[in-house]
Every structure is written in structure tokens, then in C-alpha cells.
């Protein structure tokens, strides 16, 4: 049996079994108590400020969110039920105070909105690989992954290798669990869990092992995780790990730390995607951006740091897609592509439009665009990939993608410069319309999506620093 180290405040050091609790014989606060995060903020302040920024804390109150379950309760005579609430207010459903019909967080505690510390803290198992079959002690112990927690006055501690990021064998089941969806009609719709699985990452090999919990979505850096005078606190290197969880979506009601959120997405989204060229033999890249004279741009993206494809999650309402603009010699405009007006989704403003995200339809056929979970009948995925073989023979070892773009004849001599920048937006306009249009949201939604750009892809091209033979820009 392995054992672990508990020092409880002052008394002294103990060795207790794997399987029990360090501070087993203190008393704690009530479940009911540790079910608040309010009770966290004055020990694990850092871990509550970034936490109620975050968009585990909007899931429930998220007005887009409570828009869609509601005209999906009406679409389906109500057969939806929990389904969505089950992930967005997993406390709540666990204590029975929803069943998702008629739903409006306003009327939930507010420390069963969202999800919740307890929540992510208490879960002991995982059934399913997605729509949310964690299962909760319902106890006073909080699981991380401090494998020797010093006790506390407040709560028991637990050490899960689920929980650490740093665990080669946490397999990210725990996040997993709700960041992959199979839809009530059987579509494995969201697949980020899946995804994840196929990749280098997820090898528990310590060279390459990376889960969500490691350094992408919970960055550790070297602190106290707890504020707490009672408790005999060590400085832990990597000990406090971000809360943030920080990806594309943001608050668009007032919300707390609001420039916190969006600093975090920025840095997280800018080294995401690039534009790059293929390493030749030489070592030199070449072939991020390619001006042909068969009268092509080739534009080669990669994905550089991400665990799964991009985008991933809600991909069929995500919009990324690639800007070009083509200058002259005296910078007038030749050719572009992609320059998508504010209000205006990239499909509808070119349907041949360089785009990634998952194309639903209702039918098998695939002519009728589904914009709803509950409507999705097949999926055409459009995305990005992430690495799956070290192998440099494997033909899946370039897991890269090359767009080629078809300026009129005549144009690409006249080419004298490109530049280039990958855009993402959270929603498209057509589902926010269906919302309004059904009464369901408020038409001042539509003004606030944000379209955000990804650093690592803007990408200049110039004549005069193309490469001889390629015509292409190593980058
Ligand atoms: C298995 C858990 C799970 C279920 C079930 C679920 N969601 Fe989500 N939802 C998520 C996760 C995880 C994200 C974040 C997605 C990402 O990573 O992009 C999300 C994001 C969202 C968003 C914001 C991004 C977007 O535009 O899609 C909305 C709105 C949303 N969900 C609505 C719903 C509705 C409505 C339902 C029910 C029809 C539902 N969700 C069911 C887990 C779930
Ligand atoms: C009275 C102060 C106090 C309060 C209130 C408190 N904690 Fe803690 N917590 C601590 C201390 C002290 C530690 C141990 C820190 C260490 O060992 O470095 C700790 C450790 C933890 C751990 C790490 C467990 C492990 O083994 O990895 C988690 C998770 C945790 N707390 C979650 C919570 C949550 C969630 C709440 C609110 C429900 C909460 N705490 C409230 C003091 C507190
Ligand atoms: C989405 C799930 C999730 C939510 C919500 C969440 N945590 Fe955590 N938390 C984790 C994971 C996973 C770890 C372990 C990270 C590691 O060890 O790599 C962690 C670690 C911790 C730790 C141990 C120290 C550290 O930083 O590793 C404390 C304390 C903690 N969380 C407190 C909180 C509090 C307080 C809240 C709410 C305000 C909260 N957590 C919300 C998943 C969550
Ligand atoms: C109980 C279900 C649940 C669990 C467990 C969970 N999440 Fe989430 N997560 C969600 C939901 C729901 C959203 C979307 C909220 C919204 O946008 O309205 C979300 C959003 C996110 C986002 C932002 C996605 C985006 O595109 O903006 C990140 C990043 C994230 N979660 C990471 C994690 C990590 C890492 C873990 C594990 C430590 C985890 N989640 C565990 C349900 C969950």
C-alpha cells in the first residue's frame, strides 16, 4: 500500500494509507459549506479570482447558453431535459435543483451555478469518455494534486493522479468527461477528449505526456496554494496552478475580471496556429507562403501547440478562417481573400472561403445546415490537426494544412506583397439570428462577438525576399 506524508499544522508529520484523507480526524466546514466557492475565496484566493473569471463559472448564467437549452426544450417537447444543464450546471442537477426545463440561473443558488470548485475538487470516478459521468463522493474531502497536503481547518485533502497535471498516468478523463459530446441523436458532435487521445500527448511517455490539466490549460508556477495562517503552508514549486481555463469564449454580460479572461485567451490563442514552411534537408523552412506561376498562393498552417484540433469543443459554432490581401507595387489592393466584414459569417460572405469548423446538417444528405445540437444529423470536419506520430516516416507526420487560393488570370504577376492572418470567432451570426428570431435571446447579442486574431499566423510575404527557385517565404 503506498502511503502518504500529511503535515497537520503544527503537530507534527504522520504517515497515513493511500486510500484515506489527510486530517482524517479534524472536523471540516459541512458539505453544504465546501459546496460554495465563496468559502474557498479567503484561503485560495488566486484559485477564486481566476476561477470566477472563468468560463466554468459563466456556464450556467452564459446568456447564449440559456437561449440555446430553452429552444432546444421547445424544439424537443421538453426530451432534452437535463442534457445540457447536466455539464453547464452540474451542481445543480446533482442536488436536484433543475431539470433543465424552463431554466434560468437567476433562480439556482448562485453557489450552484456553473462549475463549481466542489465540483472538479469531489469527483471520485468517470464512467462514459463524455457527456459528464463523473461521479461525486459528496464528502468533505477536496482531491487535487498535492500528493502530501498539510491539513486544514477547513477541509480534507485527497491526492488523485486524475487530478495532477504532471501524472503521465492521468489520462484527463476527469476533463474529458464533459469537453466531449455525443448528442442525444448518437453524433459524437464535440470531440476535444477524443481528439486528445489520438495525439503524442497523450503517450504516458514523460518526454511528450501533456494532459489538459498540465501546463496548456493549467500552467503551474511556484507559491503557496493556500493563504492560510492556521495551516502550516509550504512555498511549492509548480504548487498553484492557473484556474483561468482560458480557450475563446468570454463573459458578454457583465462579469467578474472580464480584461483578465481576455489577456489569458490571447496568450494562449497567438502561439496556437502558424504559418510554416516545410523544414528541408538544409534545415532552412520554406513554404509557409507560396506565390506559384501556375497562378496559385499555396498557405501552409500548422497547428504548433495545441492537444487536439483546432479549433475543438463547440467547432461546428466556431469560425476560423484564413485573410489574404495581395498588394502591388504601390500598395493597391489586387486580390484578397477572406476579409470578412464585422456582423457577417465567412461562409455567407464567400462560400468557397478558406474556413475551419465542423459543417453540420440535419440530413444525410447534408443539404440542410443544422445550426442546434439536437438537429445535427451528420458533420463535414473542417479543422486543423494536431500532432499523432513522432514517426518523421509516417505519412501522418505532416499533419499540416495547405490552402490554395485562385487569383484571375493575369493577377499573380502583379503581386508585389500578401500579407496573411488567421481569424476566429465564437459563434456564427446564422444560430444568434435563429435564437432572436425564435424570442429565445436579445438581438444585442449579435453586436458582441469578438473576432479575434491568432499572432502566430500573421504572415508577411514580399517578391523581393521569396525564395529563387520555390517562390516561396520561409517562415
Ligand atoms: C458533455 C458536456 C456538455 C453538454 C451535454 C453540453 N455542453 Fe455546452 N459546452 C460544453 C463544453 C465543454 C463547452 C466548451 C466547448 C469548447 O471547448 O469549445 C461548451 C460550450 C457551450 C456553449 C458556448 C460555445 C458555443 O457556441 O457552443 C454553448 C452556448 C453551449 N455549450 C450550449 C449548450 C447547450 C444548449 C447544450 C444542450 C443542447 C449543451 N451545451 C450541452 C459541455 C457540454
Ligand atoms: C481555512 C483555509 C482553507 C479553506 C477555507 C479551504 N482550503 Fe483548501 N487547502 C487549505 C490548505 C492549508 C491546503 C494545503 C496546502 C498545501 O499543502 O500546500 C489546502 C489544499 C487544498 C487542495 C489540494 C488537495 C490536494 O491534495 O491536492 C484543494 C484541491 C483544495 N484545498 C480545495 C479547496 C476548495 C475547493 C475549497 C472551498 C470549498 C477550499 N479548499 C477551502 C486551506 C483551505
Ligand atoms: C474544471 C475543474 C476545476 C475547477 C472548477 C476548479 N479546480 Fe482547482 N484544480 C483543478 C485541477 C485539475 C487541479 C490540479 C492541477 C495539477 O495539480 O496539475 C486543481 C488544483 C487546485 C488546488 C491545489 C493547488 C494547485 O493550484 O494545484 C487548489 C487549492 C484548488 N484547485 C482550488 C480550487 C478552488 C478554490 C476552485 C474554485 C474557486 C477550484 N479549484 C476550481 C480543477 C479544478
Ligand atoms: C462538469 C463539466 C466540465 C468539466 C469536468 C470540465 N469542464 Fe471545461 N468547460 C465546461 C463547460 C460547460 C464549458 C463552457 C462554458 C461556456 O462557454 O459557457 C467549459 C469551458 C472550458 C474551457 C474554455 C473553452 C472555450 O472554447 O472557450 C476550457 C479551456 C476548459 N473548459 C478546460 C477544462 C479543463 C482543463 C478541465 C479539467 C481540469 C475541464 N475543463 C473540466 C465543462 C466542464
Known amino acids: ?16 494509507a493511500f486510500a484515506g484523507a489527510c486530517g482524517d480526524d479534524t472536523p471540516t466546514l459541512s458539505i ?12 485560495h484566493p488566486t484559485h477564486y479570482q481566476e476561477w470566477a473569471a472563468s468560463m466554468h463559472a459563466y456556464a450556467s448564467d452564459d446568456p447564449i447558453f440559456v437561449a440555446m437549452n430553452n429552444r432546444g426544450q421547445a424544439d424537443t417537447n421538453n426530451a432534452l431535459g437535463p442534457f445540457c ?7 445543480a442537477v446533482a442536488l436536484g435543483t433543475t431539470n433543465g426545463l424552463d431554466f434560468d440561473p437567476a433562480a439556482l443558488p448562485k453557489a450552484q451555478r456553473g462549475i463549481t470548485c466542489y465540483f472538479c475538487h469531489n469527483v471520485t470516478g468517470v464512467g462514459e469518455p463524455h457527456n459528464n459521468s463523473l461521479t461525486l463522493a459528496m464528502d468533505t474531502t477536496m482531491r ?3 500528493t502530501n497536503p498539510v491539513g486544514n481547518a477547513a477541509h480534507k485533502s485527497a491526492y488523485l493522479p486524475s487530478m495532477d497535471g504532471n501524472n503521465v498516468r492521468n489520462d484527463s478523463s476527469m476533463c474529458g ?18 481528439d486528445w487521445k489520438t495525439t503524442i500527448f497523450a503517450q504516458p511517455d514523460p518526454v511528450r505526456h501533456l494532459n489538459c490539466a498540465s501546463a496548456c490549460h493549467m500552467g503551474g508556477s511556484d507559491n503557496v496554494v493556500a493563504d492560510d495562517p492556521t495551516a502550516n503552508v509550504p512555498f511549492r514549486a509548480n504548487g498553484l496552478h492557473e484556474h483561468t481555463f482560458a480557450a475563446i469564449d ?7 475580471d472580464m480584461a483578465l479572461n481576455a489577456q489569458r485567451i490571447q496568450r494562449d490563442l497567438d502561439p496556437a496556429v502558424t504559418i510554416v514552411g516545410i523544414r528541408s534537408a538544409g534545415g532552412a523552412q520554406h513554404g509557409g507562403i507560396c506565390v506559384l506561376p501556375d497562378g496559385t498562393i499555396t498557405v501552409r498552417l500548422d497547428t504548433i501547440g495545441t492537444g487536439h484540433s483546432f479549433p475543438s469543443g463547440a467547432s461546428h459554432d ?28 465567412p461562409e455567407v460572405f464567400d462560400p468557397n472561403i478558406v474556413g475551419f469548423w465542423d459543417r453540420t446538417y440535419q440530413d444525410a444528405a447534408k443539404t440542410q445546415p443544422a445550426h442546434f445540437f439536437w438537429d445535427v444529423g451528420a458533420v463535414d470536419s473542417i479543422l486543423l490537426k494536431p500532432p499523432i506520430t513522432t514517426d518523421p516516416n509516417d505519412p501522418a507526420y505532416d499533419h499540416s494544412s495547405t490552402a490554395t487560393l485562385r487569383p484571375s488570370a493575369g493577377v499573380i504577376n502583379q503581386i508585389d506583397r500578401i500579407e496573411a492572418r488567421l481569424r476566429v470567432r465564437p459563434f456564427p451570426f446564422a444560430m444568434l439570428d435563429a435564437l432572436i428570431a425564435s424570442g429565445h435571446l436579445d438581438a444585442k447579442f449579435r453586436a458582441m462577438v469578438p473576432t479575434l486574431d491568432i499572432a502566430g499566423t500573421k504572415r508577411t510575404w514580399t517578391r523581393a525576399t521569396q525564395g529563387a527557385l520555390d517562390h516561396c517565404n520561409p517562415f
Open 1 to 16: 500500500m503506498k502511503l502518504v506524508i500529511c503535515t497537520i499544522g503544527t503537530i507534527g508529520t504522520i504517515l497515513m
Open 32 to 43: 453544504e459549506e465546501l459546496q460554495d466557492p465563496e468559502t474557498c475565496k479567503t484561503c
Open 85 to 91: 444543464v447536466s455539464c453547464h450546471a452540474p451542481m
Open 144 to 146: 487535487g494534486g498535492i
Open 177 to 194: 468527461s464533459c469537453h466531449d459530446i455525443v448528442t442525444p441523436g448518437g453524433v459524437h458532435l464535440e470531440r476535444t477528449f477524443a
Open 250 to 256: 468570454q463573459a458578454m454580460t457583465p462579469w467578474p
Open 318 to 345: 466556431r469560425r476560423t478562417w484564413l485573410e489574404i490581401v495581395a498588394y502591388d507595387a504601390s500598395n493597391a489592393v489586387v486580390y484578397s481573400s477572406g476579409t470578412v466584414p464585422d456582423g457577417v459569417d
